[in-house]
């Protein structure tokens, strides 16, 4: 039984306050649940609560969902079975009473629901994964060689540029080839006089003159670390496109080349591009109003590249639903803070997968050293992990946990690597 809960302010991987929740039971084990949070946000996630006081943390304390811990979820929870994780989080629900968790903010109602599980899976002597789920799938990542859009002050107008290693029969040989890829992009980078650090996730600070470049650079790297493009190493591209959309125009813009797009036109130039470089994966190439935008692209890429939908879906079970029923994506990115519970996270997964989609577990761009979602996407056989780049602790942390949970599944640990694809590709 809980017997009590409280919640602190501790940092994130950009120094910006965030809701770490302490569950401890009646025996006097604890669990704790640290909350991340998204710079890049779809307009359909739960809310994250923050302070909005300038002169507090530059208004982006958390006090507020803070205090709704303390006050209002701890009194509510006090003396329940942790083990009822489901009624935990319909109880938090409920409490809230709003559609997108505004009253009390889903970073208190995250924290106290990750918190309970991981206080519960300790109680039973279980890792996270284990309590969490019947899975023993180890993801393949999704790993990223450039950062862009907000992560990098919109330096390339395309957030994310990842390598996704699909020549890899073992996760130890995703982080080989991967270790390589990244490596020799920073060289080439390096001696073209164009290396500037990195940006928010890890990747490297995008110095380029256009959106295509990166993918140009992604090629290199593959060949100078010894592999071979489209069969080794693979490209995946997450646009979050609904940052480049202008709502009254109807249209994409970019930046970096002053150029500007109609959807149309956009769902054209992202086709050019896979036709022209190893592309398996895209994720928000339309933005996550212009349904009819993603309907032109699934109709051209659907069935030869994986199509995420990220702001899109925002992990909500209705949109998701939505999605499904319209045939327009063939996966969904699940992060747990775009819905607040861990619960609805599960189901989130669930449905993806009932409908034949892949889930693809994700980080935020802001992180911290929590590994709730290694365990996730074990525990849920998600078969696919997005976490930032291969650098930084908040996202090796991600990376390195895979491996302490692979030797504690032993034998019983699964990897398929690319075969995943095949559920969507045929
Ligand atoms: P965010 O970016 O955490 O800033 O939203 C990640 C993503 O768009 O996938
Ligand atoms: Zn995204």
Request: charged letters at 25%; hydrophobic letters at 40%.
């Amino acid at each position: 039984k809980i017997s009590s809960i409280s919640a602190y302010q501790v940092f994130d991987s950009r120094g910006n306050p965030t809701v770490e929740a302490e569950v401890v039971l009646e025996n006097g084990v604890r669990g704790r649940g640290t909350v991340p949070s998204g710079a890049s946000t779809g307009q359909f996630e739960a809310l994250e609560l923050r302070d909005r006081d300038v002169q507090c943390f530059r208004g982006k304390s958390v006090l507020r969902a803070i205090a709704n811990v303390q006050d209002i979820i701890r009194r509510e929870l006090r003396g329940r079975d942790v083990f009822d994780q489901a009624g935990l989080d319909q109880a938090m629900i409920e409490l809230d009473g709003t559609p997108n968790k505004s009253r009390l903010g889903a970073n208190a109602i995250l924290g106290v629901s990750m918190a309970a599980t991981a206080a519960a899976a300790s109680a039973r002597g279980e890792p996270l994964f284990a309590y969490l789920g019947t899975g023993d799938l180890l993801p393949l990542p999704e790993i990223q060689i450039t950062g862009g859009g907000a992560h990098a002050n919109w330096r390339t107008d395309v957030q994310d540029y990842l390598l996704i290693a699909t020549g890899a029969r073992s996760y130890a040989e995703v982080m080989e080839i991967t270790h390589n890829v990244y490596h020799a992009a920073g060289d080439i980078l390096k001696r073209r006089g164009s290396y500037f650090g990195v940006a928010d996730e890890g990747g490297y600070w995008p110095e380029f003159k256009t959106n295509e470049e990166p993918l140009q650079l992604l090629v290199e790297a593959i060949k100078a670390a010894g592999y071979e493009p489209g069969r080794d190493a693979v490209i995946s591209l997450d646009v979050a496109a609904s940052d480049l959309f202008d709502e009254e125009s109807g249209t994409y813009q970019f930046g970096l080349e002053q150029r500007r797009f109609s959807t149309a036109e956009f769902a054209a130039l992202i086709e050019d591009w896979c036709a022209r470089y190893p592309i398996i994966s895209l994720e928000d190439p339309m933005a996550d109003t212009d349904w009819e935008g993603w309907q032109m692209v699934f109709q051209k890429l659907g069935r030869k590249i994986q199509l995420i939908g990220d702001d899109l879906f925002t992990t909500n079970i209705h949109r998701i639903r939505t999605g499904i029923e319209k045939g327009i994506a063939n996966a969904v990115l699940i992060k747990l803070n775009q819905i607040g519970t861990v619960t609805e996270t599960l189901e989130a997964i669930r449905t993806t997968q009932q409908a034949g989609w892949l889930p693809v577990v994700s980080a935020r761009s802001g992180e911290t050293e929590d590994t709730f979602i290694s365990h996730l996407a074990v525990a849920a056989n998600a078969g696919q992990l997005k976490v930032g780049s291969f650098s930084r602790s908040e996202r090796m942390a991600k990376w390195n946990e895979v491996i302490r949970i692979e030797r504690a599944l032993g034998e019983r640990a699964r990897f398929v690597g690319s075969q995943i694809f095949e559920t969507i590709l045929p």
